[in-house]
């Protein structure tokens, strides 16, 4: 069954600090992963999307994160916070097994500190 | 930049009662969907819906759910008789192509319905 781990329901960490934001999935085939953030009172808003091209996905706001197949992570990494990424984070999955459904992770606050 | 629109916000109803949660999708998507989180849990996948017919639907969706578009934009979720469980947000969400897996879903903001 297909399924998604985030590690750490609450990350803070300073401002210009590195951000690593963890996430572990299970699928028996191919996955495509996604990270979404929502912020308060706003809806979840895509910040990037892994679909089998290039193991190193780009996204919005400086955010990135590697597919690593041998370890079944897609971690989110930021190199320099910034107070405005204060947010909650969310990794879903999907693949042809699924169908439509996405499957999310618990999501991870993270806080930014001055 | 269009976006998917929920309605209310926020909804608080006694246990029993019948609810409508109200979503409108981006104007030209094809393909909607409802999501729900319960509190500290994962956001959970109930329904999703193409072609004025339920296309999927998980093991929660029960005959206590109803999903309809009535209008030809408005997409709702409808719980006949809360319970204290069916308190969560609740998330919509559209795309409009294929409906393949690989496809980005755009989501609304969310409803948090709390049944007392």
């Known amino acids: 069954a297909q399924s998604v781990t985030q590690l750490g329901s609450h990350v803070s960490v300073s401002e210009g600090a590195l951000v690593l934001l963890r996430c572990n999935y299970s699928?028996?085939?191919?996955?495509?992963l996604f990270w979404y953030v929502q912020y308060p009172n706003q809806g979840l808003q895509l910040l990037l999307k892994?679909?089998?091209?290039?193991?190193l996905v780009k996204g919005i706001n400086g955010f990135e994160a590697e597919f690593k197949k041998s370890e079944t992570s897609f971690h989110l990494t930021k190199p320099s916070a910034h107070m405005s990424d204060a947010a909650e984070y969310f990794c879903?999955?999907?693949?042809?097994?699924?169908?439509?459904?996405?499957?999310f992770g618990t999501g991870t606050s993270l806080t930014v500190i001055p | 930049e269009p976006e998917v629109t929920q309605t209310p916000s926020h909804q608080v109803t006694q246990m029993g009662q019948e609810v409508i949660l109200r979503c409108v999708p981006i104007?030209?998507?094809?393909?909607f969907y409802w999501y729900r989180q319960i509190l500290g849990q994962k956001v959970e996948f109930l329904v999703s819906?193409?072609?004025?017919?339920?296309?999927?639907k998980s093991e929660i969706f029960d005959d206590q759910f109803s999903v309809e578009r009535p209008d030809g934009s408005n997409f709702t979720l409808k719980i006949r008789s809360t319970k204290l469980e069916d308190s969560a947000m609740y998330f919509c969400?559209?795309?409009?192509?294929?409906?393949?897996?690989?496809?980005?879903?755009?989501f609304g903001p969310g409803t948090r319905l709390l049944v007392l």
């Open positions: 699928s028996s085939v191919p996955p495509y």
């Open positions: 892994y679909t089998s091209a290039a193991t």
């Open positions: 969400a559209s795309h409009r192509t294929s409906g393949t897996y690989q496809e980005t879903q755009y």
């Open positions: 879903a999955v999907s693949d042809r097994k699924t169908g439509n459904q996405f499957y």
């Open positions: 819906f193409y072609n004025n017919e339920i296309s999927e």
């Open positions: 104007s030209n998507h094809l393909y």
